[in-house]
T-cell receptor, first 115, second 116 residues
Framework: GAGVSQSPRYKVAKRGQDVALRCDPI?????LFWYQQALGQGPEFLTY????????KSGLPSDRFFAERPEGSVSTLKIQRTQQEDSAVYLC?????????????FGPGTRLTVL | AQKVTQAQTEISVVEKEDVTLDCVYE???????LFWYKQPPSGELVFLIR??????QNEISGRYSWNFQKSTSSFNFTITASQVVDSAVYFC?????????????FGTGTRLQVFP
């Protein structure tokens, strides 16, 4: 079946612009995660949804970052008033359930460049 | 605090050599999962293996094998008879038991280059 998809794949924004990044998880997957990956680093956790509930947003770096998953499927990560330090690859992952089936399947990512 | 350390930043080998990627983790939990992911040049993270903290049996899958040792908090990954297609960045990750999240804590990755 289809994997996790993300759009756009590349986004260039001028500093101060708002951006919205979309994630389509694997159908039926309960859990959805967002990670931020800076160049040469491992992914870092941003936020987690179980169905439509955002259960953990401890990794969001500032209040400019906001995520939603209103119907428990597609998710959007929004960054307001982008800054140069927001430049990174934003990865979305989904997994079937918590714990027993908790391997996460990742999308291709959105590469955000803030000028 | 939870932490994953991959001390090897970059490894270069010639095809058919065996190579071991090291992973050391820190956690206060007694129940946790360990993972390995591969990130080829295309950028998409590919799941390789998951191991829970109660299962210390080593695992082999084709040319890949994993050695989990709780006594040294290590979960090392060996590729036997490496191939050029194995060239990628490999990440080790930790997930702890928590009522509200299965988030992964990643190491900084090891870049493996396999030369023909």
């Amino acid at each position: 079946g289809a994997g996790v998809s993300q759009s756009p794949r590349y986004k260039v924004a001028k500093r101060g612009q708002d951006v919205a990044l979309r994630c389509d998880p694997i159908s039926g997957h309960v859990s959805l995660f967002w990670y931020q990956q800076a160049l040469g680093q491992g992914p870092e956790f941003l936020t987690y949804f179980q169905n439509e509930a955002q259960l953990d947003k401890s990794g969001l770096p500032s209040d400019r970052f906001f995520a939603e998953r209103p119907e428990g499927s597609v998710s959007t990560l929004k960054i307001q008033r982008t800054q140069q330090e927001d430049s990174a690859v934003y990865l979305c992952a989904s997994s079937p359930r918590v714990w027993e089936d908790n391997e996460q399947f990742f999308g291709p990512g959105t590469r955000l460049t803030v000028l | 605090a939870q932490k994953v350390t991959q001390a090897q930043t970059e490894i270069s080998v010639v095809e058919k050599e065996d190579v071991t990627l090291d992973c050391v983790y820190e956690t206060r939990d007694t129940t946790y999962y360990l993972f390995w992911y591969k990130q080829p040049p295309s950028g998409e993270l590919v799941f390789l293996i998951r191991r829970n903290s109660f299962d210390e049996q080593n695992e082999i899958s084709g040319r890949y094998s994993w050695n989990f040792q709780k006594s040294t908090s290590s979960f090392n990954f060996t590729i036997t008879a490496s191939q050029v297609v194995d060239s990628a960045v490999y990440f080790c990750a930790l997930s702890e038991l928590s009522y509200n999240t299965d988030k992964l804590i990643f190491g900084t990755g090891t870049r493996l280059q396999v030369f023909p």
